[in-house]
């Protein structure tokens, strides 16, 4: 089962423009991290975020954690055709180094010309 | 600096038969995770292993089975393979740095049951 449910599933959007992409889970984290995967090849790290952090950035990446609503969002801005990926959320429950990571179901994204 | 290497890259078996994959993880890590991803699906945790031990499984049957080497290479066998095995096979490696583990995949190995 999927600890992390990624919205939308699917989301097409102009070069150029901003994409957000959502992610929600179940049980309490350590931390949160957001990967990119180009057709079904294997997956890249882009960010994480720790429990006890509310935003983030990186480059043209912004990452922000709700832990009261258990919610992530990604948001991608001045979007390029090489952003064309799916993104999953991976959840990190941190309660022991033993502790497994939990991937989302994904989102799709496609940057259109 | 070499990155997670898999092999193979892709493999065809058909129903019943063994197979066994193989990974190398990044110069540094000692822990190794196995995910199976299905077409248009996130990966599955499958199991991980640290000092030549499964510390920790998903929901998985016993027909998938790991090792994991000295050298913290690490092999995944399935038994028995079922049409359903056929996935994209993930190997991550992962080195604990104060308390955030980020994982560094590999670019997989395709299985094709027929």
């Known amino acids: 089962s999927q600890q992390g449910e990624e919205d939308p599933q699917a989301l097409s959007i102009q070069e150029g423009e901003n994409a957000t992409m959502n992610c929600s889970y179940k049980?309490?984290?350590?931390?949160l991290q957001w990967y990119r995967q180009n057709s079904g090849r294997g997956l890249v790290h882009l960010i994480l975020?720790?429990?006890?952090?509310r935003e983030k950035h990186s480059g043209r990446l912004r990452v922000t954690l709700d832990t009261s609503k258990k919610s992530s969002s990604l948001l991608i801005t001045a979007s390029r055709a090489a952003d064309t990926a799916s993104y999953f959320c991976?959840?990190?429950?941190?309660?022991?180094?033993?502790?497994?990571?939990?991937f989302g179901s994904g989102t799709r994204l496609s940057i259109r010309p | 600096d070499a990155g997670v290497t898999q092999s193979p890259t892709h493999l065809i078996k058909t129903r019943g038969q063994q197979v066994t994959l193989r990974c190398s993880p990044k110069?540094?890590?000692?822990?190794v995770s196995w995910y199976q991803q299905a077409l248009g699906q996130g990966p599955q945790f499958i199991f991980q292993?640290?000092?030549?031990?499964?510390?920790q499984r998903g929901n998985f049957p016993d027909r998938f089975s790991g090792h994991q080497f000295p050298n913290y290479s690490s092999e995944l066998n399935v038994n028995a393979l079922l049409l359903g095995d056929s996935a994209l096979y993930l190997c991550?490696?992962?080195?604990?740095?104060?308390?955030?583990?980020?994982?560094?995949f590999g670019p997989g190995t395709r299985l094709l049951v027929l």
């Open positions: 110069s540094g890590h000692d822990t």
């Open positions: 292993y640290y000092e030549e031990e499964e510390r």
């Open positions: 991976a959840t990190d429950p941190g309660y022991s180094s033993a502790s497994k990571i939990i």
């Open positions: 975020i720790r429990s006890n952090e």
């Open positions: 049980t309490s984290i350590n931390n």
């Open positions: 991550a490696s992962s080195g604990d740095l104060g308390g955030s583990r980020t994982q560094y």
